[in-house]
């Protein structure tokens, strides 16, 4: 449940994060991954770290959960410089 909601946050962290970021790092690779997903990438990672304190152990919950939006995060990551999904997804907003 928690990694349903970090994983939704992102959106509001890229909204905040935008200007700290994106200035000190310029406008490359790095500067957009960690403008776009460095908020909700650390709490995942404080919440795995929480899980090791108490349980000695990460939940296979956890493990797959963030498989899964690293793999959707780095998707993303290369779509967005692919000028065809530009296309085809403006396409598909009607513009």
Known sequence: MLLGLIYI????FARLLNGAIAAPLGHNVFSTIA???????LL?????????????RLHFAYIAGVAWAIALQITAIVLLSNP????????????
């Open 44 to 56: 995942m990672l404080g919440l795995g770290v929480y899980d090791l304190a108490t349980r000695g």
């Open 9 to 12: 946050s992102d959106a509001g």
């Open 35 to 41: 403008r776009l997903y460095l908020g909700s990438d």
């Open 84 to 95: 065809s999904w530009t296309l085809f997804s403006l396409h598909l907003i009607g513009q």
